[in-house]
């Protein structure tokens, strides 16, 4: 379902001969406007459940999808009086600053997507009005690549007030903000982006976990705690018994596993193309999933990515916990207690979707230091 959120939106329209197109669908002047993406048809609905990862369909999603977000930006670019067509010169026309042009993205994007959109945002206007700093919201024309080295560098920093951000959040902010940067360029509302050559740290990313890790006497004290969001909790403790990420379990049905065997294509790789997962269950993860009807979602009301992870951090703060986990830490702590357990690292690989044994080496990294910890197996009681 497309969000309620969007200005244009994405829909599968069922065509007379029984297959499906992609088609783009908004409100432009009060007059209802719709537009044929071309992407061919298919015999499957490509934007139900799991279609819309298939080979050939996905592609043609992604692509939909792009189409769909460039629509939306031409209609809030006019509506707002930016100039779009015919005009290298951001001077040009009323152009408004870079908040407002942030905010704008953050609106008309999905809310998982807006969830991100609001942490930059913050993080944006922290640093503008941070005095230290010494720069006010500037205006297309005025923001330069000192604001971003600058940017970066303060978030690096930290202050009294305000704890640094390690390597990875760094990293993740500044792509954000050159994404939509550079999207105001294709849009012809920037002649450049002048944040494209602000470098980013790259920290120990490749060699170390970036997250937390549960040993697994802390994900039984955390299977014990009492919580008011006994499906995120629920969840969770599937994650760290599959290593399966939160996209995935959002879109796990319970035809998914049979025979005390989960099998799943992971949704989101490295590498863009999908990967199949292969994981047996034991006994704990098997009463945890429960048992429905084959095509139906085993949680299906889960809440949104940024409430989980907050009734995770209470969860975790609960069960005297010093770390901080979220969601994505439940996949490495699941490869972690596997290796430490004495799972064949290869074996790991396979069951986490990975598409190279390398991806193992810094799960192996970490299992070494814990090995003296005396991790179990990783069944528990619930």
């Known amino acids: 379902m497309p969000s309620t959120s969007q200005r244009v939106q994405l829909l599968s329209h069922k065509m007379p001969n029984g297959n ?5 669908r908004w409100r432009e002047n009060g007059v209802r406007k719709k537009k044929s993406c071309g992407l061919g048809s298919f015999e499957v609905d490509p934007l139900e459940g799991s279609n819309s990862r298939r080979k050939g369909i996905r592609e043609a999603v992604q692509q939909a999808e792009k189409m769909r977000a460039d629509r939306e930006a031409v209609l809030i ?7 779009v067509q015919g005009a290298k010169d951001p001077t040009r026309g009323r152009v408004e600053t870079f908040l407002d042009y942030m905010r704008a993205g953050r609106d008309s994007n999905t809310r998982a997507w807006k969830n991100r959109f609001n942490i930059v945002m913050r993080r944006l206007e922290e ?6 700093v010494g720069l006010d919201d500037p205006r297309f024309e005025e923001l330069t690549l000192g604001h971003g080295n600058t940017f970066r560098d303060w978030l690096k920093r930290g202050d009294a007030n305000r704890k640094p951000y390690d390597a990875e959040s760094v990293r993740n902010y500044i792509t954000l903000v050159k994404s939509e940067l550079e999207r105001a360029v294709e849009m012809e509302v920037l002649a450049a982006n002048p944040w494209r050559s602000v470098r980013t740290p790259v920290g120990n990313k490749r060699n170390t976990i970036p ?8 994900v039984k004290k955390l299977s014990q705690v009492p919580t008011d969001a006994p499906e995120a909790k629920r969840a969770f403790l599937v994650a760290c018994l599959t290593g399966m990420g939160l996209s995935d379990i959002r879109a796990l049905r319970f035809k998914s596993f ?3 065997v989960l099998h799943y294509v992971r949704a989101k790789t490295r590498t863009g193309s999908p990967m199949e997962a ?11 999933l429960g048992r429905g009807n ?3 979602l085993v949680f299906p009301e889960l809440p949104s990515d940024s409430a989980i992870n907050k009734s995770l951090a209470r969860m975790v703060e609960r069960a005297g916990i010093e770390k901080k ?7 490495h702590s699941f490869a972690v207690n596997q290796i430490v357990a004495g799972v064949n690292p290869e074996k790991v690989r396979q069951q986490m979707g990975q598409a190279s044994l390398k991806t193992m080496d810094r799960y192996i990294r970490r299992a070494a230091e814990l090995v003296e910890d005396g991790t179990e197996s990783l069944g528990f009681e619930l």
């Open 258 to 260: 049979s025979g005390g």
């Open 211 to 218: 997250k937390e890790v549960l040993v697994i006497d802390e």
């Open 77 to 83: 670019a006019t509506e707002r009086g930016w100039k």
């Open 127 to 132: 640093f503008y009005c941070d005095p230290k």
């Open 20 to 24: 499906f197109n992609l088609q783009l």
């Open 294 to 296: 084959a095509s139906d």
């Open 325 to 331: 986990i979220t969601f994505y830490c439940g996949r």
């Open 278 to 288: 292969r994981v047996k269950l034991n006994e704990t993860a098997m009463k945890l």
